[in-house]
């Protein structure tokens, strides 16, 4: 990638109204800004086909995942299993699962154990298939852990911990595991030290970065029209992990997308 930046952005959900209406001029700025891939996540079964069609019209990688915070899904966890079964079953497989995971707030919201069964299923499935996987763990990394650290064939397993939000300590459990450890738009925020430090001293094989796009905006984010966090914005969350590491943006930007390239990109695929 000599002389022209190419990010990959390893976590987004194009498929999202909120991206809907001017989708192709969204990623025609990000592709301008240095996009060179996406892995385009999923949430439920019904976004599987708008998602599939969206990256073989865009060139981009599909992820499918299971991942509701409002906990539909969970009140029916083995149905939605089934769903997700089916479709890897029909093919073609897609390029990755996720999102897929757990979140403080399932906790909260006495939805813990159904997102559990969703997340183990899932898991289960990836190594079935030989899968990577787009994990969520926010506010419940030890829960996300032991469930990786459940499986039997755990040398199987790898993936992204997407918008990873723990501790150094705990990116190194993570590590060990298989997993890489995914960073945003968080990095945006000059107050979030303490996980800068974290990106700080990971090694070059150790991260990639995403969007995570329309989610998580940053504080400037919020103040577009509509708020939401853009495909484009990939090229700053990059710059900002340059400047967290101390790096010239390109070794940032190449090893990221290296990363990601190895774990999401079939090896016929072109790397970016
Ligand atoms: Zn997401």
Redesign the pocket.
């Known amino acids: 990638m000599a002389g022209k930046l190419e990010y990959f952005d390893t ?3 194009l498929a999202e109204p909120a991206l809907a209406a001017d989708l192709a001029a969204s990623l025609q700025r990000a592709r301008a800004a240095g996009l060179a891939h996406a892995l385009v ?1 999923s ?1 439920h079964p019904a976004q599987y086909p708008a998602v599939c069609a969206l990256c073989a019209r865009e060139r981009l990688s599909a992820a499918l995942g299971a ?1 509701d915070l409002a906990g539909d899904f969970a009140r029916a966890p083995e149905a939605t299993l089934a769903e997700l079964e089916a479709a890897l079953d029909r093919g073609p497989l897609p390029a990755a699962l996720g ?1 897929v995971g757990i979140d403080r707030r399932h906790l909260e919201a006495g939805l813990g154990r159904a997102a559990e069964i969703v997340f183990e299923g899932v898991v289960a499935m990836a190594v079935q298939h030989d899968l990577p996987l ?1 994990v ?1 763990g926010r506010g419940a990394l030890p829960l996300a852990a032991a469930v990786l650290r459940r499986q039997p064939a755990r040398s199987a397993l790898r993936g992204v911990i ?2 990873f939000n723990g501790s150094l300590e705990q990116a190194r459990i993570f590590l060990a595991l298989g997993f890489k450890l995914g960073f945003g738009t968080v990095l945006l925020n000059p107050a979030a030290r303490r996980i800068a430090a974290v990106l700080r001293a990971l090694g070059p094989d150790d991260y990639v970065l995403e969007t ?1 796009a329309p ?1 998580m905006p940053s504080a400037a984010a919020r103040s577009r029209s509509p708020a939401r966090t853009e495909p484009a914005d990939i090229a700053l969350v990059a710059q900002a992990a340059a400047a967290i590491r101390g790096e010239p943006l390109e070794k940032t930007a190449c090893d990221a997308a290296k990363n990601a390239a190895r774990l999401f990109l079939h090896p016929s695929a072109a790397s970016p």
């Open positions: 976590h987004c959900h996540c949430t991942f999102e787009s969520h997407h918008a995570d989610f």
